[in-house]
């Protein structure tokens, strides 16, 4: 293993998963096979100059250089999901005709960890959960931001 491929998988890792400190970051690294200590982990950080954002629970976590704060899932499907439906590990999301591609670009923007990617039709949004991820898991956490505020 060499300084690049530890780097390329620290990348990777941030991207998907809420690393927030140095610590985290070497079990994620060790977890993906790459032996690292925390002298190590601390010459990558500086080297590739990652900073820290407030991520999606609130918690501030590594981010590569001039990456801004992730957008929030919440609100785009707050303003146009009708339903959300799930079968293994996709999610189905109706919208008003016109809007499926909308939100799910706002979805895709908002580089959600769980979600691997969309594909939209007029008003019909397959999202597709990361392995490991459960659609219906998903299915829940997203009708949460559908309902939320109503009475």
């Known amino acids: 293993m060499n300084r690049r491929e530890r780097h390329g998988a620290i990348l990777r890792l941030i991207r998907e998963q809420q690393l927030s400190t140095q610590a985290e970051l070497a079990e994620a690294l060790r977890a993906a096979g790459f ?30 250089a001039g990456a801004a704060a992730p957008l929030q ?21 109706t919208t008003p005709s016109g809007f499926g591609h909308a939100l799910a670009e706002e979805i895709d923007r908002a580089g959600h960890p769980k979600i691997l990617g ?29 309902y939320e505020g109503a009475a």
Not at 50 to 61: A, H, P, T
Not at 73 to 93: D, K, Q
Not at 137 to 146: F, I, K, P, T, V
């Open 73 to 93: 899932v919440g609100p785009a499907v707050r303003r146009f999901a009708l339903s959300i439906e799930s079968s293994g590990n996709l999610v189905l999301i």
């Open 35 to 64: 032996p690292a200590v925390q002298t190590t982990v601390s010459r990558d950080v500086h080297e590739l100059r990652l900073q820290k954002i407030r991520g999606e629970d609130g918690r501030l976590v590594y981010a590569p």
């Open 118 to 146: 969309t594909v939209a039709g007029d008003n019909t949004i397959l999202v597709v959960a990361r392995e490991g991820e459960s659609g219906t898991g998903l299915r829940d956490e997203l009708r949460h931001h559908l």
